[in-house]
């Protein structure tokens, strides 16, 4: 989940194209922050910046991750522009744009006592070892601050960096895990099953955020539109 900070800039440096177009031409800076980019899956944010940024050669787009309430923050603050954030979060003092569904999953080995489940609630994956994300990590955190408070604590056998590398884990027996379900997705086909959770804080929508649309800046504005557009 992305959220970020456009920043517009008055610098102007010489464009790759100036010989092109002429004179020098003012580039715009835009901060973008995320909670949870998923390394291992398509349609993250930095997916989506990077196809912008190859049509658009005089916007500098900046991506930092960051917990979805630490993106409210940023934005409601001015400090970032546009923000990608789960709706879990409270963004009341922001407008929002839903981009896309963002559910989380449990992936088990093929052959695990779950495997066979169409859903389960959290508290029942609770007598098998788990793989999480490192400390630090958004996804991580928003596991974590959902389910310690009602005494939820898994046992993890290892903190591993991207959930490429916890499918790969699982795949190789070592445990169970949460992850969104696009990133679940592209593991269907190895030896890992997906399970759905029941637990109400495992369907939510990332969404798009900002203190208010008609201020954005040009870029910005170009940016947010071809965020929404792409996750259509």
Known sequence: MVAGRTRSSDRRSVSPHAHRAGPLLRRAAITVGGIGQHVGYPHTAADRAGRFLATHPNVDVELQERP???????VTDGRAELGIIADTADSVRLQCTTLRPDRLVVIVPADHP??????VAFSACLDYPFLGLSQGNPLQEHLSGQTQPLGLRPRYRAYLPTTEAICVAVAAGVGIAVVPALAAARWSHVHV??????NAW???????????????????????????????
Do not use: K
């Open 68 to 74: 979805s309430h630490e993106i409210v923050a940023a």
């Open 202 to 232: 495992a369907h939510r929508n990332l969404l798009l955020c900002y203190r208010d649309q008609s201020q954005l800046s040009v870029s910005a504005t170009q940016l947010t539109a071809h965020l929404v557009s792409a996750n259509a």
């Open 114 to 119: 779950l495997a066979d489940r169409d859903e």
């Open 193 to 198: 099953a997906t399970v759905d959770l029941t």
